[in-house]
């Protein structure tokens, strides 16, 4: 069975420190990768996609991808308490279903 | 743009009632998903739709029916409720099946008594 793993945290993490979210997947043929944000009590928000490998950035959030590790991951610079929620990684694996992981809960502490 | 909306937000049923809830998405998008989110868990997902005309199980359908009605609309039933199916269900669109962003409605808080 194809699968995505996150740490399910929590992740404490100092504000204006920079939070690091990790994802692995099994299916070495996937092709698409996202982050969503979730707030508790509220829906899945799209923060990142990212297709190639490397960096993606997008104001303090930087996608980082490595298709030969099967490794993606999630940075969030000057990390801010409105930053707290739990993050999701989705992979678009190689029959082109969405496989999410369970997700991580990051909390930033003030 | 409302993007995807769900309807009701909230909902009571008692056990063996059944109901629908609608989703309705105006991103011209190709694919349509149901996901359930159970407390401290992840989406599992219900059902998908990958384009208009086509439907298909996901990882947990058993005592789920769904119907795409038009490109816009994927609406999801529940024949028989039962205290097991009391979770938050997400309407979710996207323009490509698997391989574009997933967009999501704001959720339909059910529980069956």
């Known amino acids: 069975q194809k699968e995505v793993e996150q740490n399910s945290g929590p992740l404490s993490v100092p504000e204006g420190a920079i939070a690091s979210l990790n994802c692995t997947y099994s299916d070495r043929g996937s092709q698409s990768f996202f982050w969503y944000r979730q707030y508790s009590g509220k829906s899945p928000e799209l923060i990142m996609s990212i297709y190639s490998n490397g960096d993606k950035e997008d104001g303090r959030f930087t996608a980082q991808l490595n298709k030969a590790s099967q490794y993606v991951s999630l940075l969030i610079r000057d990390s801010q308490p409105s930053d707290s929620a739990t993050y999701l990684c989705?992979?678009?694996?190689?029959?082109?279903?969405?496989?999410w992981g369970a997700g991580t809960k990051l909390i930033i502490k003030p | 743009n409302a993007g995807v909306t769900q309807t009701p937000k909230f909902q009571v049923l008692k056990t063996g009632q059944s109901m629908t809830l609608q989703c309705a998405q105006d991103?011209?998008?190709?694919?349509m998903y149901w996901y359930r989110q159970d407390p401290g868990m992840g989406l599992r997902l219900i059902y998908y739709?990958?384009?208009?005309?086509?439907?298909d199980k996901g990882e947990v359908p058993n005592g789920y029916n769904v119907s795409r009605l038009n490109k816009r609309e994927f609406s999801l039933r529940l024949e028989s409720a039962a205290p097991s199916q009391t979770s938050v269900y997400f309407c979710?669109?996207?323009?490509?099946?698997?391989?574009?962003?997933?967009?999501f409605g704001q959720g339909t808080r059910l529980t069956v008594v």
């Open positions: 979710a669109s996207s323009e490509f099946q698997g391989q574009t962003e997933a967009f």
């Open positions: 739709s990958a384009s208009e005309g086509t439907t």
């Open positions: 989705a992979v678009g694996d190689s029959n082109y279903q969405l496989i």
């Open positions: 991103m011209n998008h190709n694919s």
